[in-house]
Each structure stands twice: as structure tokens, then as C-alpha cells.
């Protein structure tokens, strides 16, 4: 910090501003009253003003190439913001898509659908899928049946000679119940 | 300067009914200031040129959001500080400085052109912000109150970035050591 700016710590005044444009009026005038008895901010002064016109000698420079106008194109809206811009264009152009929608759909031809012939192919496809389902169910069915029958067949076999054995055992244990008797009763009538 | 006002302030609302023309009257008024403020901020002439190009085209596309014709100046300025703080935030990591080598201390009874070079070095060290607030102030003439609209900050803000930007331009242009006082 330089001796003048030690100096400057007093004063009250807002140099800056009075450079570059701040200040009130009044605040001008306390400014100006100050200087006539300061030296340092009279110094202050100087240097802000040197810098200030320092500065202001930088000219400016000639753009290279103007900005692109509105009618180059740049800036130009799109086809659909100026048609949607414009109430007009807009509606002629609601009327001429809502009337072109109608002559498409007077001249377009509606497929012929044949629901008879669709109806029969359905009925064929459907019923060949049912035969097929009755045949595979009907194939287990017989299967099936066909092995309780032989099951129940060979049960009823082995049934069947397991009677004709009691049968037969029946019938030999009377006929030697029969024999003993016959032989009891002829001992009984020689006695 | 009152009359300058009433012709943007017509120009504006001739350009939102729609009259290219107008537009493009406002264009040529502006075109060089804002380039020039934008030159001096990014530095190099071709990204001064792309953004003034893409100032006016954003200026055009949202002139209807403008509430006050009157504030057309500060309006553009802010649109022109975006554009270059996206530029500058997207070319220079977050921190870092311009750094330029340092002038020769001194300045008396300097030529015009090593006044412009040694002027255009001491911007050049500046900060973004800082530098700004010089051009803002010194090259443009607006008011505290309308940099800080224009900049998104306080007023407080505004002048202290202005105070501190002048006294490190003070001591490269007005040395005390070499009678830059008269």
C-alpha cells in the first residue's frame, strides 16, 4: 500500500464513483469540496482519470462479417411457424386436408370379406382339431380298457380254478365220507 | 439519446408484429457493440462472431418474453453474458485464471499503439468477472443497477467487482512510481 493510500484511509469520499458516473449530486459536490483540500485524493484522482481515459482509447473494432439479417435466412421461421403463424393459411389449410380426407375415403374400395368361406375354413381347421383330440383320447380309452379287461380276465381265470380246486376237493372228501359210509353200513349188516 | 430510445423502443414492437425489416435495423445498431463486448471477454475474434451470431437469433426467438422495450439494451447484454459464460465455462476448467505476461510498468509518453497493447494486456490479466465489469461499465455505460441485472448479482457485487478491476488496472496503467498522476 503507497504512502497516498495510507493517507486516503480517511477521507470519506467515494472516488470511484465520481469517475466513473455514480455519484449523486450531492455526493459530487462533497466530493469536489473534499479535493480542494486533499492532496492525496487529488493524486487518487489523477490516476483513476488516466486509467479511465486509458481505457477509453481502446477503439472498437469492425465486426469481420455483419450478422446474418432476418432475410439471409438465419432468422427466417420455418415453413410450419409462418403457416402456423397465420390464421388464413391455417384454416384454408384445415379445409383443404379435411376435404382431400373425404375424396380419399369416397374413392378408397373397402375389402370384400367372404365371412362364409372364413366361417367354413374355421369349422374345418376347428373340427379336424376335435377329431384329432376324440381320436388321441379315444386310443388311451381303448388302450385302457383293453388292459382292465385282461386284468380282470386273468383274474377271473385264476378265480375260476381256485373253485373248480375247492370243488373238486369237495367232491373227493364226499366221496370218501360216501366210501366210509358204505363200508360202515355193509359192516353194520353182516354183524 | 431520447430519441435513439423511442426508435429501438419502436423498432422492438414493429419487429413482434412480425416485420423483419425492423429487426433487422436493430440488428446493424447493436451488431458491433455487442461484438466488441463479447471480443473482449472470450478473447479470440471467430468465438465473438459464432456468439453475436447466436445472440441475435436468441434475442429474435424471445423478443415477445421482453416485458419493457425500454430495457432492450440490458436484455441483449444479459443474453450476450450467457452465451460467453457457457463459452468461457465449456473451454476453461472451473478456477483458472487468464494469465498474460506482465507489461512494462510503465506508461508515460507511450505511443497509441502501445497505449491499445498495453490496455488490451491489462484487460487481458483481469478476471472474467472483473473484466466484465469493466467492459460492462467503462465500453457500454450501464448503471450498477442494470449489471446487476444483466449479471445476476447484487449491486454490491457489481461495484466491488468494478473497484477491485480498476485498482489492479490503476497499478499496470497509472503506476504512482512513475508520475502516471499529472
Not at chain 1, 459530487?28 to 486509458?54: F, I, P, Y
Not at chain 2, 490503476?170 to 508520475?179: C, D, I, M, R, S
Amino acid at each position: 500500500m503507497s504512502e497516498s493510500e495510507v493517507r486516503r484511509m480517511n477521507c470519506d469520499i467515494d472516488l470511484k464513483a465520481y469517475v466513473v458516473g455514480e455519484s449523486t449530486r450531492p455526493e459530487r459536490g462533497a466530493v469536489e469540496n473534499h479535493l480542494r483540500g486533499c492532496q492525496s485524493c487529488r493524486e487518487e484522482l489523477d490516476r483513476l482519470n488516466l486509467t479511465r481515459s486509458m481505457l477509453a482509447s481502446l477503439e472498437d473494432e469492425e465486426i469481420p462479417r455483419r450478422i446474418a439479417f432476418v432475410s439471409d435466412g438465419v432468422f427466417e421461421p420455418r415453413w410450419w411457424q409462418t403457416m402456423w403463424r397465420s390464421g388464413p393459411v391455417m384454416g384454408f389449410a384445415s379445409a383443404a386436408l379435411l376435404a382431400a380426407a373425404i375424396v380419399v375415403h369416397g374413392f378408397e374400395r373397402t375389402p370384400v370379406v367372404d365371412t362364409a368361406q372364413i366361417e367354413k375354413q374355421v369349422e374345418s381347421r376347428v373340427g379336424a382339431r376335435v377329431q384329432a383330440a376324440v381320436n388321441v383320447a379315444q386310443a388311451k380309452q381303448s388302450a385302457e380298457f383293453a388292459k382292465v379287461l385282461n386284468a380282470t380276465e386273468s383274474r377271473f381265470e385264476s378265480q375260476r380254478k381256485s373253485d373248480l380246486a375247492t370243488v373238486q376237493q369237495a367232491a373227493e372228501y364226499y366221496e370218501k365220507q360216501m366210501a366210509r359210509f358204505e363200508v360202515a353200513s355193509n359192516q353194520g349188516a353182516g354183524q | 439519446m431520447i430519441f435513439r430510445e423511442v426508435e429501438d423502443r419502436d423498432l422492438i414492437a414493429k419487429a413482434r408484429r412480425g416485420q423483419v425489416e425492423a429487426y433487422n435495423v436493430l440488428v446493424s445498431r447493436w451488431e458491433k457493440r455487442v461484438f466488441n463486448y463479447l471480443l473482449r471477454l472470450v478473447g479470440q475474434r471467430e468465438d465473438a462472431l459464432d456468439l453475436s451470431q447466436d445472440v441475435f437469433l436468441k434475442a429474435y426467438q424471445n423478443l415477445k418474453k421482453l416485458d419493457d422495450p425500454a430495457k432492450f439494451p440490458g436484455w441483449l447484454f444479459r443474453i450476450a453474458h450467457n452465451e460467453a459464460y457457457s463459452l468461457l465455462r465449456k473451454n476453461r476448467p472451473e478456477g483458472e485464471m487468464t494469465v498474460e505476461p506482465r507489461m512494462a510498468e510503465s506508461s508515460g509518453g507511450m505511443f497509441p499503439i502501445e497505449s491499445t497493447l498495453a490496455v488490451r494486456s491489462a484487460l487481458a490479466r483481469l478476471s472474467d468477472d472483473h473484466r466484465e465489469a469493466v467492459l460492462l461499465k467503462v465500453y457500454q455505460g450501464f448503471k450498477f443497477e442494470e449489471m446487476a441485472e444483466i449479471l445476476s448479482c447484487p449491486v454490491s457485487t457489481v461495484k466491488s467487482r468494478l473497484y477491485t478491476a480498476l485498482d489492479l488496472l490503476k497499478q499496470t496503467l497509472a503506476p504512482v512510481n512513475t508520475g502516471g498522476a499529472k
